[in-house]
């Protein structure tokens, strides 16, 4: 369960932001003990202009996430750190990145963080917080050329084996779980193995595609799919799994092409696979049932189906499930009924949680839902002057249980909303219309705000 993530210099994200998916205490609600676990979220929406940074916030934990997977095993060990930070002025470039998550495993809280330049790891720490205070597991820092380790009294273990086998530009963390630390290695899978992300990449579509075409293999796990694809009414009633021939021709002149790359094994074993499976989709049409395949569906349906098998693996495992776009070719009916799975207990018993991010401002008001998302799930990105991206809450503004937060965002109540300057683009027109701009003699227009309803 994730409490907090913090960044800073990462992409567009130049100053520390915070994503706290600790609950707001409602009215009347005593805020926790410092020993007790807070209580948290299930969703959070983040909202902002185009190019804004909202994606950004997503891509910062799914690279804290990779840095933990492959900083040991497969960074070059004189490559450096392939960090993405910002670049929009030279104090930053050579500043540190810094990500830090807090989050809870087994009923304790950790906080876990990292810090590092182009060149190799500044930073590294890991603090438990068994009964509220902080117990230190370890501590990592550079000093000019000195490495400085502490370890806290309850970690035991070959930490100092571990250490000398950490490169100046891998994580400690990566490496005690790569040497199988007992630990260690358990925070290090909470860390990196219930971590889902679904992005608007084909590539990763076809990841996700390939996962929930696996769960058609089993009688159990192809109705949950079933069942899944029927609820979105995309006039499917069925769709399964078929084996189809292989063309080898095709496959062996990919396989020349990739060979060179040294990809592993698996990697020519997914391909096999995937040029010998398909699904194939029951539709009823007039009562007579027709089938087509993924190749001849829509968008939506390839989309949708792209999300069920990781939908069912994450609310049956408690992950953190992190969507970009969620409104992306999907109606907002369905990415309505996605957050509400999350929200409803009896779907999601074991807390996992949603963190997407979206233009659909349906999903703020009461078009669809009587108030879907509480103020403490909504988010906003924007950037400042010098392109930095800022990530605040809607409950920083305190708005009234009543009152419709669609409505309130596309005024601009709460900034993160892009301006267009329509007369600039009247002018730009005109011009190429070649007709003479006469903006200097005209009343510019304001643009009209757009209202969602009541």
Not at 322 to 343: A, G, N, Q, R, W
């Amino acid at each position: 369960m994730l409490l907090r993530f913090r960044v800073a210099n990462h992409r567009s994200i130049r100053e520390e932001q915070e994503l706290s998916l600790v609950a707001v205490p409602r009215q009347g609600e005593a805020k926790p003990k410092a020993s007790e676990i807070p209580r948290t979220v299930r969703v959070a929406g983040i909202y902002g202009a185009n190019a804004s940074g909202k994606s950004n916030v997503l891509d910062a934990l799914r690279w804290m996430q990779w840095a933990l997977r492959g900083s040991f095993t497969s960074w070059s060990p004189d490559g450096g750190v392939p960090r993405t930070c910002f670049t929009l002025d030279e104090e930053s470039r050579k500043a540190p990145s810094f990500y830090e998550a807090d989050l809870v495993d087994r009923g304790v809280r950790y906080s876990y963080g990292f810090e590092v330049t182009d060149q190799e790891v500044m930073g590294e720490w890991l603090f438990a917080f068994p009964k509220g205070r902080p117990q230190r597991m370890f501590e990592r820092s550079k000093h000019e050329q000195e490495e400085d380790y502490r370890f806290g009294r309850s970690l035991t273990g070959e930490l100092q084996q571990i250490r000398r086998l950490t490169r100046p530009n891998a994580l400690f963390l990566s490496t005690a779980a790569s040497n199988n630390h007992k630990r260690l290695s358990r925070l290090y899978r909470a860390m990196t193995q219930h971590l889902k992300a679904a992005t608007q990449n084909s590539v990763e579509e076809q990841s996700r595609t390939r996962f929930t075409t696996s769960l058609l293999a089993e009688e159990e796990t192809a109705d949950q799919v079933n069942r899944l694809v029927r609820i979105a009414d995309l006039g499917i009633s069925r769709v399964r799994m078929e084996k189809k021939p292989v063309d080898e021709e095709l496959l062996a002149r990919l396989t020349r092409s990739f060979e060179p790359e040294g990809f592993p094994k698996e990697f020519f074993q997914t391909m096999r696979d995937d040029l010998s499976t398909t699904l194939i989709f029951t539709h009823a049409c007039a009562g007579q049932p027709g089938e087509l395949s993924i190749d001849e569906e829509s968008d939506g349906t390839r989309s949708w189906i792209s999300l069920v098998g990781p939908l069912i693996q994450v609310l049956r495992q408690g992950d953190v499930f992190l969507v970009d776009e969620i409104d992306s070719s999907l109606h907002p009916m369905i990415s309505s009924t996605m957050i509400k799975m999350f929200k409803d207990p009896d779907i999601n018993p074991r807390g996992a949680q949603l963190i997407f991010a979206s233009h659909d401002t349906t999903l703020l008001g009461t078009m669809l839902e009587n108030k879907l998302l509480d103020r403490d799930e909504v988010w906003f990105t924007e950037k400042d002057a010098h392109g930095a991206t800022s990530l605040f809450s809607l409950a920083e503004f305190r708005p009234r249980g009543t009152e419709n937060a669609e409505r309130g965002y596309l005024q601009g109540r709460y900034g993160a909303v892009p301006f267009v300057d329509f007369s600039e683009i009247r002018s730009l027109f005109r011009a190429i219309h070649g007709v003479a701009d006469e903006s200097a003699e005209t009343v510019e227009e304001e643009p009209a705000p757009v209202i969602a309803g009541p």
